[in-house]
């Protein structure tokens, strides 16, 4: 069994900061790569950012310059800082994990998500 806790996210103006962690515990025995994804209502959920076990990070387009992903995969912790926010970066955040488990297979398992609103 795997648990993705996520912490952060609120109401912030725009233009403002907020920083959202996330720590993957359980029977974790290899993290592949760590990050967020978030949604709208009506919408598909988006990749926002990935980190992964080479330190590779991969930005959405419309986060790039403003977002930063960062974390220590090999210890299951990965953070979001999310700078220069815009309204329409509201949604929710998700958390998600690609890893190999106590079922020795690779599996993707998600936070619960966190609400960000920015306001104009």
């Known amino acids: 069994q795997v648990q993705l806790a996520e912490s952060g996210g609120g109401l912030v103006q725009a233009g403002g900061s907020l920083r959202l962690s996330c720590a993957a515990s359980g029977n974790i025995f290899s993290m592949n790569h760590m990050g967020w994804y978030r949604q709208t209502p009506g919408k598909q959920r988006e990749l926002v950012a990935r980190?992964?076990?080479?330190?590779?990070?991969n930005y959405a387009d419309s986060v790039k310059g403003r977002f930063t992903i960062s974390g220590d995969i090999a210890k299951n912790t990965v953070d979001l800082l999310m700078n220069s926010l815009k309204p329409e970066d509201t949604a929710v955040y998700y958390c998600?994990?690609?890893?190999?488990?106590?079922?020795?297979?690779?599996?993707?398992?998600w936070g619960q998500g966190t609400q960000v609103t920015v306001s104009s």
């Open positions: 980190l992964t076990s080479s330190d590779t990070t």
């Open positions: 998600y994990a690609d890893l190999i488990g106590a079922g020795l297979n690779w599996s993707e398992h």
